[in-house]
């Protein structure tokens, strides 16, 4: 199958600084790209959606200021949280959206980030 | 916002035994979808029904859909220790073609040896 990968796998930064994440689609290109968060023991919540050569698409109640995403290429989209707070610890993890129907989307493996 | 409630919210049950796991949502599909996750990993697709489809089998999964009680189950038969993972349904479409997902709250299914 489809492979997505994701860096880094773990992320420890210090409250104020940004920290980019890469999600990128290894053998396939992905003209739309998904980013999810998921706070322990819970279920995944939709942040956004990626779309290659325009502007993301936030979900309701997620700033687009403080988590940019940038989606430069067919395979790679980025997601920068900036002046990153503990409160957004969490684990970070993106998909990608094959092309073609049934749009089957691939995970990547996700982003453990720790704000200290 | 989640649209799907799942049930139970935790499992344990014996090697060997079948595990059954019920997801409900809220609003129309163009499909659903099965997900595992090993704890602090990604998510592994395990199988995808269309809204048009009742039952779907893939190796020891077995996968049905009631639109008409928006809901759908996930049979694990003969189940494994490797098994013991959590299980998410999610939901993609409606009218329009977004591409996005919509989880349900999980169920961690623990497989005992």
């Known amino acids: 199958g489809a492979v997505v990968s994701q860096h880094p796998s773990r992320v420890i930064c210090k409250s104020g600084t940004s920290v980019k994440i890469e999600c990128r689609s290894l053998d396939f290109q992905a003209t739309t790209m998904f980013w999810y968060r998921q706070f322990p023991k819970q279920s995944l919540m939709l942040m956004a959606t990626?779309?290659?050569?325009?502007?993301?698409?936030?979900e309701q109640g997620v700033e687009k200021d403080k988590f940019l995403i940038n989606h430069a290429s067919l395979t790679l989209s980025t997601l920068t949280v900036t002046s990153a707070h503990p409160e957004d610890s969490s684990f970070y993890i993106c998909?990608?959206?094959?092309?073609?129907?049934?749009?089957?989307?691939?995970f990547g493996p996700g982003t453990r980030l720790t704000v200290t | 916002s989640q649209q799907g409630e799942e049930d139970p919210q935790a499992l344990s049950i014996q090697e060997g035994e079948n595990a059954t796991m019920n997801c409900s949502y809220k609003?129309?599909?163009?499909?659903l979808q099965w997900y595992r996750q090993n704890s602090g990993r990604g998510l592994v697709h395990l199988i995808l029904i269309r809204s048009n489809e009742r039952e779907k089998h893939s190796g020891r999964l077995r996968v049905t859909l009631d639109t008409s009680k928006k809901s759908s189950s996930l049979l694990i038969t003969a189940s494994r220790a490797a098994d013991t993972a959590s299980y998410f349904c999610?939901?993609?479409?409606?009218?329009?073609?977004?591409?996005?997902?919509?989880f349900g709250q999980g169920t961690t299914l623990q497989v005992k040896p």
């Open positions: 609003t129309s599909i163009n499909n």
């Open positions: 999610a939901t993609a479409g409606g009218s329009s073609n977004t591409g996005k997902l919509i």
């Open positions: 998909s990608a959206r094959a092309p073609l129907w049934p749009y089957e989307q691939y």
């Open positions: 990626s779309n290659e050569g325009s502007k993301a698409t936030y």
